[in-house]
Structures are given as structure tokens and as C-alpha cells.
């Protein structure tokens, strides 16, 4: 691990096998998980957690600070789950007062360029093409796959198995298992194609396209949608999330193609 052309700040907490490249910075109050390599020219700074088995890619800047005016300060995290890959210049920054931390999962692809801003939480398995840009505060569930060069407004919520296009404008929450699409950006049917890879039937699928029929095709408003899908569809827990999203939906779900 010892690297003498890295400079490590003797009060990090660093496993053993950590594998550190010439080049690096790391400042005090980080710690780093068995097994994690990190790459030549990467800057830790402090507040940084990041767990095991991750590969951090060269010029990758990890806890910095906020690039929010109302942050003083204040001692907030960076969490990194394990198994995570951080590609080349990627930028994570630390939280603020708001939430304490900001969070990207385990299992993640994070590639090069992309931004994720102070209090955002990032779940697991998720993939975020070159230069995505996550405003503050931006939730993107579980196995969300975002194209490159996506842009997404502060406060949105990404939701679970979601697949959005590349180069998209995103000011609007994104339901689950859904594709999102066109400009400006819309509802583009079932994610069918990412279910099936991760173990959803068929009839679930279908399932999940006749609560999206209702919500997006059938001409209702959303809370007319849900009242019918409620009384004439059966419960599922896909249902019930779907459901559960649209009415927590703080800045509203995104259109239906027009």
C-alpha cells in the first residue's frame, strides 16, 4: 500500500490491501475498504467512505466540497458502497447541512465525467453513462441505467430499473421500470427488456405495462389513474411501488408522449 509519491494524511483509515498509484491525495477523516485500488492523480479529500473492492480511476476527485452557496462548512460524508467502479475525472461531492452525506451504492458503474452532487443518494447496481450530471439532492434507485450526457435537475427521483436516454433533460421524477425519452422528456414505455435480464416474468411485465396504460394512456389525470388502477387492477408489490411513487412525487412524473 505504502506509496511514496502519494501523499497520505497519517490519520486515514486505510486497509492493508488497499492499492494505492503514484499521485494520489488523501486527506485526514477518510477511510477506505479491503481491497480497492485507487488510481494515479485521484484527489480523496475528507469525509470520504469508501468501502470494498472499488476501483477508482485516475483524476477521479472524491469528497469535495460542496458547490452550494449555503454550505458553511459543516462536517458531512461521502459514502462509496462496495464493488463500485469510478471511471476517469469523475467528481462526487461531499453533503451539506441538509442531508449530512451523499451516497452511491454498491455495484455501481460511475463513467468518466459524470457529477454527483452534494445529498444525493445513489443506489445499488446502478449505471451512470459518460458525463451525466446529477444536480443536489437527486435520488436514482436501484438498477437505474442513465445514458450518457443526461442532465438532472436538483430533487428529482430516478426511479428503480428506469433506463433514460442519452443526452436527456431530466425536471421531472421518472416512475419505475419505465424508459424516458424524447425531448422534452416522456414516458417511452416498459423497461421490458432490462426486467427480463434482472429475473422479472413475463406476466409481471405485462403486469406492469397495464398500470402504464392507465397512467399514461388511458386520458386520466394521474390521481384518476391511480383511483382505477387501484379498484380494477390486483395488488402486486410492483403495483403498490408504482402507486407509492406517483403520489410522493414532489416535482410530478414525467409526461406521456404527446
Known amino acids: ?22 499521485f494520489v491525495t488523501i486527506e485526514e477523516n477518510v477511510e477506505i475498504g479491503e481491497g480497492t485500488r485507487i488510481g494515479s492523480n485521484v484527489t480523496i479529500m ?29 462536517e458531512t460524508l461521502a459514502i462509496i458502497g462496495d464493488n463500485t467502479t469510478i471511471r476517469e475525472c469523475v467528481t462526487i ?21 459524470c457529477h454527483v452532487a452534494h445529498d444525493c443518494v445513489v443506489g445499488d447496481n446502478v449505471i451512470m453513462s459518460n ?19 443526461a442532465l438532472i435537475h436538483q430533487f428529482c427521483h430516478i426511479g428503480p430499473h428506469v433506463m433514460i436516454q442519452g443526452g436527456a433533460l431530466v425536471n421531472k421524477d421518472i416512475p419505475p421500470y419505465v424508459k424516458a425519452a424524447r425531448e422534452p422528456i416522456s414516458y417511452a414505455g416498459v423497461n421490458s427488456i432490462g426486467l ?25 389525470n394521474n390521481s384518476d ?14 403495483r403498490d ?18
Open 1 to 22: 500500500m505504502k506509496q511514496p509519491l502519494a501523499y497520505i494524511h497519517p490519520a486515514a483509515k486505510i486497509a492493508p490491501s488497499v492499492v494505492i498509484d503514484p
Open 46 to 74: 475528507a469525509g470520504a467512505r469508501i468501502g470494498k473492492n472499488c476501483t477508482i480511476f485516475p483524476g477521479a476527485v472524491i469528497s469535495g466540497i460542496p458547490q452550494d452557496l449555503k454550505f458553511q462548512g459543516e
Open 93 to 113: 461531492n461531499r453533503g451539506t447541512a441538509s442531508k449530512g452525506k451523499t451516497i452511491v451504492g454498491h455495484n455501481c458503474l460511475i463513467m468518466a465525467y
Open 131 to 149: 458525463a451525466t450530471q446529477l444536480a443536489g439532492e437527486v435520488i436514482v434507485d436501484n438498477y437505474a441505467v442513465i445514458g450518457g450526457g
Open 196 to 220: 427480463r435480464r434482472r429475473g422479472f416474468t413475463s406476466e409481471t411485465i405485462r403486469e406492469i405495462q397495464e398500470i402504464y396504460r392507465y397512467l399514461y394512456l388511458s386520458g386520466l
Open 225 to 238: 389513474a391511480i383511483e382505477r388502477i387501484e379498484a380494477e387492477l390486483p395488488a402486486t408489490p410492483e
Open 241 to 258: 411501488e408504482i402507486i407509492l411513487f406517483v403520489r410522493n412525487a414532489k416535482r410530478g412524473i414525467i409526461r406521456g408522449y404527446l
